[in-house]
């Protein structure tokens, strides 16, 4: 664990990318002493550099301090069902170098697959410092034991943690794809995240799921389930694939159910065949966006219910920021206005006046990114790392000290 005024320190380096020690002092309320030790730490540790310095109006000017993105790095592993994204992953929360490859079904050919893409990066990167490799895949993942219980990509318990750190020798840290993006979207999104407390990370792709910020911590859920808002029954029909089952949030707005819904609209006789259904939706969003009806009305009907499931997830959890993500953001202006729709109004309904409601600025990339950021996760956290970590397989020196695995 690492010290709290350092770990301060590290995360609003993260925010701002560089700052004067006379700035950071002044945004922490820390004194100037406390700011000089703290750093001197972190210099001797590698973990940030000193650069050029700023402008100055009069007096000796400060010294601008950043993250050494350099010299430290991480690689970010995503497993979808049809292709497996990797990259590079910097202090600052940056994925470079990425390689997509497309996922074998066999779990120990994927994870040898992985390996031997992870395994060039290592060599490449030479005597630079890797702080581990982190994993994210749709599905229920016990991120404390590094086991992917039941995957989307069809796995049921691979232990993912233990078989791909048998094959790197290095740590693995395994997670939720969607609590991998809301981790990423709450510390590298925009400031008006940053700045609160609790956030809602819905992501919506081949299915549905809620990423759950509270306190500024991910609420895993004592079972590892928590944000499972997808299996939520809205509807006491089916989408336009299940007439006669319960509606829940995922068969309603899932980017397969929105593609069938157009496909009827449209009239078109061809129903949507199986696999990633991105591409198709784009190609909805756009036409939704030049005034085609059909192109219109399945957006606007998927929007209504992925309202619907939104205000009742806000309505129990009361937080402050909503994360759209997926292909759907690509007609936000038309979603954005049928999802707010569906909030009550009037000043008894202050958390849903104040909501910040806003689609991913990650671009598409908050999974990798999450998935990056995972072996960082000492270091711009108080939390223990062992409610994250599958395993640690040796010390490691940090500010002088010593960390230990479990």
């Known amino acids: 664990m690492t010290n709290g005024n350092r770990t301060s320190i590290l995360q609003l380096l993260r925010q701002r990318r560089s700052l004067s020690r006379a700035e950071l002092a002044r945004l922490l309320r820390f004194s100037e002493g406390t700011v000089s030790r703290n750093t001197a730490s972190l210099l001797k540790a590698g973990l940030i550099v000193e650069e050029g310095a700023e402008n100055s109006t009069g007096g000796r000017p400060g010294i601008r301090l950043r993250l050494d993105d350099e010299k430290h790095y991480s690689v970010g592993v995503e497993i979808r069902e049809w292709e497996t994204r990797i990259g590079v992953g910097t202090l600052a929360g940056r994925v470079i170098e990425t390689v997509c490859l497309r996922t074998p079904a066999s779990p120990s050919r994927a994870l040898d697959q992985i390996a031997r893409c992870v395994r060039g990066i290592l060599r490449k990167r030479g005597g630079n410092q890797c702080h581990g490799a982190g994993l994210s895949v749709r599905g229920l993942v016990d991120s404390a034991a590094g086991v992917v219980e039941l995957g989307a990509v069809g796995w049921t318990g691979v232990p993912v943690g233990r078989e791909l750190e048998r094959r790197l020798g290095v740590a693995v840290f395994v997670e939720n794809d969607v609590r991998a993006a809301a981790l990423a979207e709450f510390h590298q999104g925009s400031a008006e995240v940053r700045g609160s407390r609790s956030m809602l990370f819905v992501k919506v792709g081949e299915g549905v799921g809620f990423g759950v910020i509270l306190d500024g911590r991910l609420y895993r859920g004592p079972r590892m389930a928590a944000g499972e808002f997808g299996q939520m029954v809205i509807a006491d029909r089916g989408g336009p694939e299940r007439t006669d089952r319960p509606g829940c949030l995922e068969r309603l707005v899932a980017n397969p159910a929105t593609c069938e819904r157009y496909r ?143």
């Open 264 to 406: 009827q609209l449209a009239g078109h006789r061809r129903r949507v065949g199986g696999g990633d259904s991105t591409a198709l939706l784009k190609r909805i969003c756009h036409s939704a966006m030049d005034a085609e009806p059909a192109a219109m009305e399945a957006i606007t009907q998927t929007s209504r219910y992925l309202g619907i499931g939104i205000f009742n997830a806000v309505w129990a959890l009361d937080v402050e920021v909503v994360i759209v993500d997926g292909a759907i953001t690509d007609a936000w202006p038309l979603v954005a206005e049928v999802v707010r729709d569906q909030f009550p109004t009037g000043k008894e309904f202050r958390n849903f006046n104040s909501l910040l409601l806003r689609p991913s600025s990650l671009g598409g990339e908050a999974t990798l990114a999450g998935a990056a950021a995972l072996p960082f996760a000492n270091l711009f956290s108080r939390e223990d790392i062992h409610e994250i970590a599958y395993y640690r397989p040796a010390p490691v020196p940090l500010f002088g000290g010593v960390r230990t695995g479990r």
